[in-house]
């Protein structure tokens, strides 16, 4: 019993440590008193902006306003620099003439160009009567036509009023002429060119090509060349078909397959 009562009465005797913190504070916010009371005192000695008797204590007073004068400045006009107007009189402005709408009723009247142009178009027409579909890109006319009667290739009469050839592009070349004077009579026999308007007395040849096979059979009949007359070409391609099939190839020919080339000039 007396061991406790000696220990609670050593606590009680020790020192408080709140005391220190207490003392610091109050030692911290005295200076900072003075300070704010020195800053003040200095600041009253030195230079006052604003106007003291404006509203609102010390503050300054300020007016707006719109613009700002500025001096102006005036000299004499440098020519160099500055537009300077011409003397010389402007020609007169052309004044454009006001385009009178036609009237909805009004029929109009052909104009010279467009009377020459269909002048000429009938022109063309009644000197090229045979022809009548559009030129090809690739396509090739002549006015007078080529002779057939050569020394590359020989050339019968056909029934039709004209003359029938083999061309010098064949396969056969200056060879084996009594094989090609047996083509040029056949085919010379079936050309009809009945159909034909009368009134055409002459046209460009027409060239069809076709290959001959070692049996006499023929294959690729197609028009090389046109004469602008659709019947005529039909009638030359037509006594190529009609004359097959030919004689076998002659002896001695290195190939199995022969192109030939035949020409058909009408000529009435």
Same mark, same amino acid.
Not at 167 to 175: A, C, D, E, L, V
Not at 200 to 219: E, K, Y
Not at 227 to 233: A, E, T
């Given at each position: ?12 005797? %020790?020192?408080?440590?709140?005391? #220190? ?28 902006? +604003? ?22 400045? =005036? !000299?004499?006009? &440098?020519?160099?620099? &500055? ?27 052909? !104009?010279?160009?467009?009377?020459? @142009?269909?002048?000429?178009? %009938? ?19 002549? =006015?007078? +036509?080529?002779?057939?009667? =050569? ?7 056909? =029934? ?9 592009? !064949? ?5 084996? +002429? ?6 040029? %009579? ?20 027409? #060239? ?5 096979? &070692?049996? !006499?059979? #023929? @294959?690729?009949?197609? #028009?090389? %060349?046109?004469?602008? &007359? ?39």
């Amino acid at each position: 019993m007396a061991v406790q009562m000696s220990s609670h009465i050593d606590v009680l005797e %020790q020192r408080d440590p709140v005391r #220190i913190s207490v003392l610091a504070s109050v030692g911290l916010h005295a200076m900072m008193f003075t300070a704010v009371l020195l800053s003040t005192s200095i600041g009253r000695r030195g230079t006052l902006w +604003g106007d003291p008797n404006a509203l609102g204590g010390g503050a300054v007073g300020v007016t707006a306003v719109r613009q700002i004068p500025l001096r102006a400045r =005036s !000299g004499p006009a &440098n020519p160099v620099a &500055n537009d300077t107007e011409s003397r010389v009189p402007q020609p007169p402005k052309p004044q454009v003439k006001a385009v009178r709408a036609p009237e909805p009723d009004a029929i109009p009247i052909r !104009g010279r160009k467009a009377r020459e @142009r269909a002048a000429r178009v %009938q022109q063309k027409q009644q000197t090229q009567p045979y022809r009548t579909q559009p030129d090809r890109p690739n396509q090739l006319y002549s =006015s007078a +036509g080529q002779a057939l009667s =050569s020394s590359m290739y020989g050339s019968q009469a056909g =029934s039709g009023g004209g003359k029938v050839g083999v061309g010098p592009r !064949g396969s056969f070349g200056q060879r084996f +002429g009594g094989y090609r004077d047996l083509l040029e %009579q056949r085919v010379a026999q079936k050309w009809r060119t009945d159909d034909v308007d009368p009134r055409v007395q002459t046209a460009p040849p027409v #060239i069809v090509t076709f290959d001959i096979l &070692n049996s !006499g059979q #023929i @294959r690729n009949v197609r #028009i090389l %060349q046109a004469s602008g &007359n659709r019947v005529l070409d039909y009638s030359a391609q037509r006594a190529v078909y009609d004359a097959a099939p030919f004689p076998p190839l002659p002896q001695g020919f290195e190939r199995d397959t022969a192109q030939i080339e035949f020409w058909f000039q009408l000529k009435r």
